[in-house]
């Protein structure tokens, strides 16, 4: 088992920037490739970022790449989320997962309970 706690959403005003965190406990978190997943109001989740399990390699959603920065510090059992530039197209209910499928972009068995991102225009 994996428990997922983000923390740092809130409300921001475009071109402004947030700092999500996820902090992991349980089993040991330096083996699972990490992502970061959101969800606006009546749209389904998306994929935004994935890293993973070294930190070697890392993925993003097109419309965020150059914008956000996903990194994490596996002696912590933290994942964190660095967002710039942020647009109101940012808004959405943000989630940490662990084992995320680079390949297809979706999201493993364990997911955080969400963090909500306001981004104001």
């Known amino acids: 088992q994996v428990q997922l706690v983000e923390s740092g959403g809130g409300l921001v005003q475009a071109g402004g920037s947030l700092r999500l965190s996820c902090v992991a406990s349980?089993?040991?978190?330096?083996?699972?490739?990490m992502g970061w997943f959101r969800q606006a109001p009546g749209k389904e989740r998306e994929f935004v970022a994935a890293?993973?399990?070294?930190?070697?390699?890392?993925y993003y959603l097109d419309s965020v790449r150059g914008r956000f920065t996903i990194s994490r510090d596996n002696a912590k059992n933290a994942l964190y989320l660095q967002m710039n530039r942020m647009t109101p197209e940012d808004t959405a209910v943000y989630y940490c997962?662990?084992?995320?499928?680079?390949?297809?972009?979706?999201?493993?068995?364990?997911w955080g309970q969400g963090t909500q991102v306001t981004v104001s225009s």
């Open positions: 349980g089993r040991t978190f330096s083996t699972d490739t």
């Open positions: 890293i993973t399990r070294t930190g070697s390699r890392t």
């Open positions: 997962n662990a084992g995320t499928n680079v390949a297809t972009r979706t999201g493993g068995d364990y």
